[in-house]
């Protein structure tokens, strides 16, 4: 079952900072997050295994509440380059397939 | 992060032509490799699951004699539309887990934007 992403658009000024979050009703081995921009393929940003870690990478960073079967992306002091669609990708087992939520388009403006 | 090759980046062909698009991870072996289809301003459809050395696995509703999949070696997985119509016109992408990596992490291709008159 799809992962659902909220919100599904969120517009910033360059230097505020933004969260984006995924829910599954299924319990998680793992989740992936990606950006993608216009046209391109989308790019690996970080991966969170089940046991609650939070990592980081420059200013993203997310977390994954194991129980709660939700992570959470945040950007902080966003720069135009941030601009693009994050999806979230879920595995229910090692190994398993990834099932991409339907992405929230992040613009950010000057 | 690794690399993954995708080949071409665009083709137009015409109505019942055939067309093969090229994944290769150009720095680590993939026994796995994934092709989605994504339509414009919609999430990455899986459409099948491509394995080294054996049959690639469909996802429901995919016509595997009109998407043929050859995984022939660790670095290359092949996505052939065979009798290409304009409906087939999308993006495709490839993506090759990492064996290597912490977790199993996908590398995507650059994709492929297929348009059929």
């Known amino acids: 079952q799809q992962p659902v992403q909220s919100p599904q658009a969120v517009i910033l000024r360059e230097g505020e900072d933004a969260v984006i979050n995924c829910s599954s009703s299924?319990?998680?081995?793992?989740v992936h997050w990606y950006r993608q921009k216009h046209g391109e393929a989308p790019v690996f940003l970080m991966i969170l295994l089940k046991g609650g870690e939070q990592k980081g990478h420059e200013k993203i960073s997310a977390s994954f509440n194991e129980k709660k079967q939700q992570s959470s992306l945040y950007l902080t002091a966003s720069q135009l380059s941030y601009s693009g669609t994050y999806f979230c990708?879920?595995?229910?087992?090692?190994?398993?397939?990834?099932?991409f939520g339907e992405g929230t388009q992040l613009t950010v403006n000057p | 992060g690794a690399v993954v090759s995708q080949h071409p980046s665009r083709v137009i062909c015409k109505s019942g032509t055939s067309v093969k698009i090229e994944c290769r991870s150009l720095?680590?072996?993939?026994?796995?490799m994934f092709w989605y289809r994504q339509f414009p301003k919609q999430s990455l459809m899986l459409m099948a699951t491509s394995n080294e050395g054996s049959k690639a696995t469909y996802e429901q509703g995919v016509e595997k004699d009109k998407f043929l999949i050859n995984h022939a070696s660790l670095t290359l997985s092949t996505l052939t539309v065979t009798s290409a119509h304009p409906e087939d016109s999308s993006f495709y992408i490839c993506s090759a887990r990492d064996p290597g990596g912490p977790g199993n992490i996908q590398y995507f291709g650059a994709g492929t934007r297929l348009s059929v008159l």
């Open positions: 720095d680590f072996q993939a026994t796995t």
């Open positions: 299924k319990a998680l081995y793992s």
């Open positions: 990708g879920t595995e229910i087992a090692s190994g398993s397939r990834l099932t």
